[in-house]
Every structure is written in C-alpha cells, then in structure tokens.
C-alpha cells in the first residue's frame, strides 16, 4: 500500500547532506514495511532485528566505529555494504542502545552510506541517551493510516482528486459527496493501521476487521509488561482504557477508578503519550502566535493514536452503527472530534512532531470552547468539529470577535459552504485544510 511516508523516505533517499534516519512512530503502523519498500530502489538491503538477532548486540561491545561495524556485519549476513548502493537498516534498535548510540558516527565517518533506523519503544531508548549520543540525526514522525491513505488503498484516489481540485470554493456533486461519506463511515470501523486496512481491502469483512483490531488491542496491552520499570501495567491499562471516555473533554486523573495516586497515574499517561499510542491536546490562551508558547500543561484532552482502536475500546457494535439513522453512529464518543484531531495530525509534515491545541474561554460559568486551533502563515485558525449537519456556533463567534479574527473553520458532515465568517469543510476533505483561504 501506498503511504505518504514513502515520498519523504524516497527524498531523504536523494538528499546529498542527509543524515541518519529515524522512523519513529507506536508499533505496527507499518514502519518496517515502508523500509523495505525504500530498499528495493537500493542495490543492497541489509535489514537487521535486533529483538530477533540477539547474538549481534555484541559486534556493538566494543569499536564503534562504522567501517569495522560494517566490515562485520556485512561478513555475519553476507551482504556488501557499499556507500551509495546499501541501505542499512537496524529495526528494534533500541533492544540494542549501543546501535543506538552508534549512529552519529555513521554521519561523520561514512557519510554516503544510507542508514535507518527503527523501533516500537524506540522513544523511550532516546530518552536514556544524552542527547549527544544521537547527534547528527534525522526523524520523521509515522502515523496509523489517514482517510486519504485509506482512500487510495481502496482504489478511490481519483474521487479523492477531485475534491482536491475544487480547493473547498464549491461543493462536491451530491452523489460524490454520500460515497465519501459513506467511505468515512467505513474508516472509522476499520480504523488506519495497515493490517486491519489491508484485511478490508483484501476481503471487504467488517467482522474481520473488528477480529484483527481486538488482535491489536491484545497486542498493545500486552506490550505494557515492557514498560513496567516505568509504571504497573495496571496503571497502563486503567489510563490507556479511560481515554476513550474522556475523548472531547478535559482530562481528569480523578475520573480514572483507580486507587492509585494521580502523580501515579500521570506517569502512566506519559508513557503511553511517549509510546505514540495517545496525544495530548493542550489548551492555549491563543492570544497570538506560537501557539505552543502560551499553552498551560496542567490543561490538556487525550485522543488515542487510532480511530479504529477508540471504536474498539468504546465498544461500539457494529450492527447498530451501521443501522444508525443519518449516520449518527459517529456520535458516540466523540469520534468526529478524534477523527479530526488524528486528521490534523496526519496532514502535519512528517518530519515535524505532532502538536494538537485547543481553547476554552477561562470566564466563570462560561462553556465556549473550541475543539481545535492551527497555524496558518501568520493567522490563527479555529476549526470546530460537528458530527452531524447542525449546530449552533456560538462558541467560534465569541472566539472571533475575542481574538480579531476574521474567519473560522466548521468541520462537519455538510458540503462545502459558508455561513458568514464560517467556513465549512466536510469531515472527509479534512487535509484540504491547508489549501483552504
């Protein structure tokens, strides 16, 4: 399957002063994957798994210097190493930190050489190491699939193009305009990681789909014993699972049943943020720009890192969603607003780290929020996000006029209109954003 990483992949791939790679992202959103596709354009691909290869922790005991690390894995594996015709690709490297460490030798010993990096707990093994010790070091930043990722995986890029081409100054023909909704209905069960896109593209089987993501959730919750240096893995379970009922609304350590203390707690939910299996969404007094610069950290919602997966923990059932009167399924737990949070996110460029902010009017008694604030040039933009076609705004309005600003966005399941200062873009042509005046 086609994603958009494989573009930034493929220009770092071309790049004359590029660095060492990191592909950093939580497990399984097709990271490995993605790699081996970049290594078929290489003459040589030497893939190597440091959670299966246990044995070659110790070729990095001792030098660390590129050309006898090379010299000794090339003869281990039986594969050239040649600067500017080997992809070198160390997957779970945090099983092994002196790899780790190693990197930044790569860039000032053997420069040509393409060299990548990968793995499901890598955050947590970066922040073992000084800083120095990865220096000279690139990123990008991986996600589970976006709706535009799981449109093309599902042969609709050319609908996908034509709203695109429309720049949101026209609505979509009627007809195109239910298709896409109906498709965004399906991504919201499926959700974006690769195997449960891959399944219903393959076999059209929502059940499956629903089988392979509580495959998923098993796997992600077995993972915690891995963090459990860090925190219990009941902490984990108790934060992790608590996110999906408090998706929309500002986080509460008090609303966990728990007996565990909220310092507790916090660490757990910074685990899992450092996992990339949530994000934080921070409010921001939004008086100016940056927005990141006026952000109070003791304020903040939590969105999990996959629609499918908050379905799933939600407990959703299918049969009943799918029957649900004027698609009111999305309704339910906030998922419009997640969705969108994980489509803002998605749409950042890969080489940044996600950021999410929101606002919330600080005036006793008053409930005036809105769901999310973005950056655009030098303009603030508020978007709210609505699950049907209705709704009041009077929370955009106040915001405008508070700020002196002269637009706002309304991410909803309407076509593209306007009503005065609002603009509104459907809940599917979310990465139209950007291009949006």
């Known amino acids: 399957m086609d994603r958009t990483i494989d573009k930034y992949l493929l220009e770092w791939k071309e790049e004359p002063s590029r660095k060492v790679m990191l592909l950093r992202g939580a497990r399984q959103v097709g990271k490995t994957y993605s790699i081996r596709k970049l290594g078929e354009s290489f003459q040589h691909f030497l893939e190597i798994n440091f959670e299966e290869e246990k044995d070659l922790k110790s070729i990095f005991q001792g030098s660390l210097s590129p050309a006898d690390l090379c010299e000794r894995l090339s003869a281990f594996f039986s594969v050239p190493i040649i600067q500017g015709k080997t992809l070198l690709f160390f997957d ?65 890029k050319p609908m996908l193009d034509l709203v695109s081409k429309t720049h949101g100054q026209a609505p979509v023909e009627d007809v195109f305009h239910k298709k896409l909704i109906g498709y965004l209905q399906t991504y919201l069960l499926t959700g974006g990681m690769p195997e449960v896109v891959g399944a219903y593209v393959k076999h059209r089987d929502l059940i499956l789909c629903q089988k392979k993501l509580d495959d998923l959730l098993i796997t992600l919750r077995d993972d915690f014993a891995k963090y459990k240096k860090r925190a219990p893995v009941g902490r984990l379970r108790e934060v992790f699972d608590s996110i999906v009922f408090q998706a929309g609304a500002k986080f509460k350590y008090s609303n966990i049943e728990s007996p565990s203390s909220s310092h507790s707690l916090k660490d757990a939910l910074d685990l899992l943020v450092q996992a990339g299996l949530a994000y934080k969404v921070y409010h921001t007094a939004a008086r100016g720009l940056p927005l990141g610069a006026q952000i109070d950290t003791r304020k903040f919602k939590v969105i999990l890192f996959d629609v499918g997966i908050h379905q799933r923990l939600l407990g959703l059932d299918l049969q009943s969603y799918l029957l649900a009167e004027g698609f009111q399924g999305i309704n339910k737990g906030n998922m419009a607003e997640v969705f969108a949070g994980l489509e803002l996110i998605h749409n950042r460029p890969l080489n940044l780290k996600h950021q999410l902010f929101y606002w919330h009017k600080e005036a006793r008694g008053s409930g005036a929020e809105i769901d999310y604030l973005v950056q655009q040039g030098e303009k603030i933009v508020p978007i709210e996000v609505k699950a049907g076609t209705k709704g009041q705004m009077q929370s955009m309005h106040i915001f405008l006029e508070s700020r002196g600003i002269s637009r706002g966005i309304r991410i909803s399941l309407e076509n593209f209109c306007e009503y005065g200062k609002i603009r509104v873009i459907p809940l599917y042509a979310i990465h139209l954003l950007g291009s949006i005046g």
């Open 92 to 156: 779970e490297i945090q099983a092994c930190p002196e790899a780790l460490s190693s990197l930044r030798f790569f860039h000032e010993k053997m420069p040509e050489l393409h060299v990548i990096a990968a793995g499901s707990l890598l955050e947590f093994a970066l922040s073992e190491i000084p800083s120095q010790g990865v220096g000279r070091v690139s990123s990008l930043f991986m996600y589970p699939m976006s709706f535009a990722e799981f449109l093309t995986a599902n042969g609709a």
